[in-house]
T-cell receptor, first 117, second 110 residues
Framework: GAVVSQHPSWVICKSGTSVKIECRSLDFQATTMFWYRQFPKQSLMLMATSNEGSKATYEQGVEKDKFLINHASLTLSTLTVTSAHPEDSSFYIC?????????????FGPGTRLLVL | SQKIEQNSEALNIQEGKTATLTCNYT??????LQWYRQDPGRGPVFLLL?????KEKRKERLKVTFDTTLKQSLFHITASQPADSATYLCALMGDYKLSFGAGTTVTVRA
């Protein structure tokens, strides 16, 4: 099956620093990649959608200058949380879409737990 | 506004019984609906996709129904096992984006 990896799996950083999270599709090329955020006991909330070689589309309320997304290739997308603050502490999950004939299945990475002190 | 509601936050059942989870949606006209499993501290894992013209779909001990008139999907885990304990998420595509319900956490007691 399609495998999506994320690195790192967890990170602790000081307030004001930037953190980069990588998302890779290991055995397929992803037409589109997505970044989600999940707070405890809540569902996944879409932050942004990115297509390879083009600018990401951010959801309403998500600051594009704070959450920088770079979709460098069909197998790699990165999310950089700039000047992180404690309220950015969350579980960040990426997803990659595989285009099939009648549907577009999304496969999810294992997630990255970010704790900002 | 678009909403995806999963009827209960938590469901506790005895091993061997059938767990039934409900997903209701409003202001969507989905071509298909998906169910995912999420374990604590992990990303969601795709389980099943059911299309609007399919009434029922099965995969091993899982069964999903989809009623576009009622705007509802039911997700059944038959002969449940403790290993089935997890949070199950319903997801719909709208505006080319996959949105999720809040999930139902299933705990299967041995």
């Amino acid at each position: 099956g399609a495998v999506v990896s994320q690195h790192p799996s967890w990170v602790i950083c000081k307030s004001g620093t930037s953190v980069k999270i990588e998302c890779r599709s290991l055995d397929f090329q992803a037409t589109t990649m997505f970044w989600y955020r999940q707070f405890p006991k809540q569902s996944l909330m879409l932050m942004a959608t990115s297509n390879e070689g083009s600018k990401a589309t951010y959801e309403q309320g998500v600051e594009k200058d704070k959450f920088l997304i770079n979709h460098a290739s069909l197998t790699l997308s990165t999310l950089t949380v700039t000047s992180a603050h404690p309220e950015d502490s969350s579980f960040y999950i990426c997803s990659a879409r595989v285009r099939r004939t009648y549907d577009e299945t999304q496969y999810f990475g294992p997630g990255t737990r970010l704790l900002v002190l | 506004s678009q909403k995806i509601e999963q009827n209960s936050e938590a469901l506790n059942i005895q091993e061997g019984k059938t767990a039934t989870l409900t997903c209701n949606y409003t202001n969507y006209s989905p071509a298909y609906l998906q169910w995912y499993r999420q374990d604590p501290g992990r990303g969601p894992v795709f389980l099943l996709l059911i299309r609007e013209n399919e009434k029922e779909k099965r995969k091993e001990r899982l069964k999903v129904t989809f009623d576009t008139t009622l705007k509802q999907s039911l997700f059944h885990i038959t002969a449940s096992q403790p290993a089935d304990s997890a949070t199950y998420l319903c997801a719909l595509m709208g505006d080319y984006k996959l949105s999720f319900g809040a999930g139902t956490t299933v705990t299967v007691r041995a």
